[in-house]
Nanobody
Framework: QVQLVESGGGLVQPGGSLRLSCAAS????????MGWYRQAPGKERELVAS???????NYIASVKGRFTVARDNAENTICLQMNSLKPEDTAVYYC?????????WGKGTLVTVSS
């Protein structure tokens, strides 16, 4: 049973930083890709950043230059470093892991950007 557990969410002022972590119960190289999605109130869930098994990263335009996704192979985790946060980044952030025919989700962690 694959489990993904997110941590690191919270309340931060605009311009601040947060670091989200996602701990996997299996070796992260088991997955073809892992990523972070977010869902703001009243909006659809969107893919924010992803990293493939080969280490290729992708970001949505609105977070490029501010967010960085990285993988810690030894700890079986991926992280999302979020800098220069904006109120529109407020959302529940979900960790996702994908392999052929299967997709796994964490329960999410809330990020609130507000003064």
């Amino acid at each position: 049973q694959v489990q993904l557990v997110e941590s690191g969410g919270g309340l931060v002022q605009p311009g601040g930083s947060l670091r989200l972590s996602c701990a996997a119960s299996v070796n992260v190289f088991s997955f073809g890709a892992m990523g972070w999605y977010r869902q703001a109130p009243g909006k659809e869930r969107e893919l924010v950043a992803s990293i493939t098994r080969a280490g290729t990263t992708n970001y949505i335009a609105s977070v490029k230059g501010r967010f960085t996704v990285a993988r810690d192979n030894a700890e079986n985790t991926i992280c999302l470093q979020m800098n220069s946060l904006k109120p529109e980044d407020t959302a529940v952030y979900y960790c996702n892991a994908w392999t052929v025919g299967m997709s796994y989700w964490g329960k999410g962690t809330l990020v609130t950007v507000s003064s």
